[in-house]
């Protein structure tokens, strides 16, 4: 009884200590946001956004230290490769929980550029962090049903549009272009529905990871191949915040991009029968990684 008190009482104050802090440098970053707004020079702009990252990683670095002191989260990471902070890079992970982006964030922070996600439009709508990943130039993605296409055809491509225009923002500014290329979180619901070939992991989609290869491949260094793996499996964010988490596992392998993974995904359908082999290929050897940390406490492996 007394412990479980503890244990709420704990993610209580972990969840009232990450509002503060986002509060706190959001109140930093939104007047930066505004200048670069109002003044259309791109010298400025990329100044301001220099300043709205750094801004970001100190905030992401108390949430770093919140994890490390109420949470008491363990991150074990295998393979970690040496890194640039003036890099650009594609990380592919896995997705079980929304705890799988602060372990992230917690890894990556300050060894490469702030990682940049794709969002659905409607999270701009968020209190705050709406405004902010819209401030960071978070690009926000509007998906069209199938249904919607049939009746407004004029609406397909729009979303390559909005990635198009994105990359071209990241071509000044280095960034990493986080894609959890099952498109949402695994669930074995999910995972029977889908058929899914794999035992952990629900089919990876490729679109996103070609257009955004396409666009950027002369700039992108790297890509970051992430597992993550929980060991009792994973737990809601409210089980993080109360420290029911203590040990993730993390492995990383870095891949070279080669001409065979730039090509046109949508026009190509030999590029994309290709790219397709590639991307499931990654994913069967990430389920047998999987399958060899799942049943194991972490035991070695760089604590971050």
Sequence with gaps: MIDNLVKHLRGALAMLLYVLNTVWWCLLLFPVALLKLVVPAAGWRRCCNRVLHLIASAWIGCNNLNQRLLGRVRCHVEGLPELERRGWYLILANHQSWVDILVLQRIFNRRIPLLTFFLKRELIWVPILGLAWWALDFPFMKRYSKELLARKPHLAGRDLEITRRACEKFRHLPVAVMNFAEGTRFSPTKHQRQTSPYRHLLRPKSGGAAFVLSAMG???????????????????????????????????????????????????????????????????????????????????????
């Excluded at 040990?247 to 392998?253: G, L, N, Q, T, W």
């Excluded at 029968?273 to 194991?296: G, M, S, V, Y």
């Design 218 to 304: 002369r700039r992108m260094h790297r890509v970051l191949d992430v597992t993550i793996v929980y060991p009792p499996g994973p737990k809601t964010f409210w089980a993080f915040l109360c420290g029911e988490i203590r040990d993730v596992k993390v492995a990383i392998r870095s891949l070279p991009i080669g001409q065979e993974l730039v090509g046109d995904y949508f026009h190509d359908p030999a590029f994309r029968d290709r790219f397709q082999d590639w991307i499931n290929t990654l994913w069967e050897e990430k389920d047998r990684l999987i399958d060899q940390l799942k049943p194991t406490l972490p035991t070695g492996g760089q604590v971050a």
